[in-house]
C-alpha cells in the first residue's frame, strides 16, 4: 500500500471552496466509551456508545473569502465537503461529508509580523457520510 503526502486537501464549507486558504485541516470521528462493567467482574468492560465527529481548520485569513464565508455561519448548520487531495473522489480518496454548527469564529489574531491565521473548529449536526464515489 502506497503512503500518501497531505499537500492538497480539499475542503468546501457552504458550497464554497476554501482549499487554498487552508493552512491545516483534522477530521476527527470517535466513539462514546460506555462502563459496561458488572458487579463481580475483575476487570472492566466497555461498549462503544454514541459517535461523534469534528473538524479542526487552520485558515490563512482573508477577508474577500474566508472571511465573507464563516462569518454569517456562526450559530448556523452548515455543509461541509472534504477529501485528502482536491481531485476526483476514489476508493484512495473518499469524501466525507456533513453538516456542521460554526460555533465561533475568531476573526483575528496574531502578533506583529506574523501572518493572519484564524482557527476554527466544526461541530456535528449530522451523521458523517464517507463514500468513495460522488453521488
Known sequence: MASQTFRNAMLW???VDLSLSVQSLTLSYEAESLDETAMG????KHKGGLKSHGIDVTFYQNYSCVDATLFGLVGCQTSIEMRACNACSS???????????????????GGVGELLMTAVRFEPAGDLRHCAVAS
Not at 484512495?92 to 465561533?104: C, D, K, R, V
Open 13 to 15: 464549507v457552504n458550497n
Open 41 to 44: 467482574a475483575t476487570s472492566r
Open 91 to 109: 476508493p484512495g480518496n473518499p469524501i466525507f461529508e456533513a453538516t456542521y454548527l460554526l460555533q465561533s469564529y475568531p476573526l483575528l489574531g
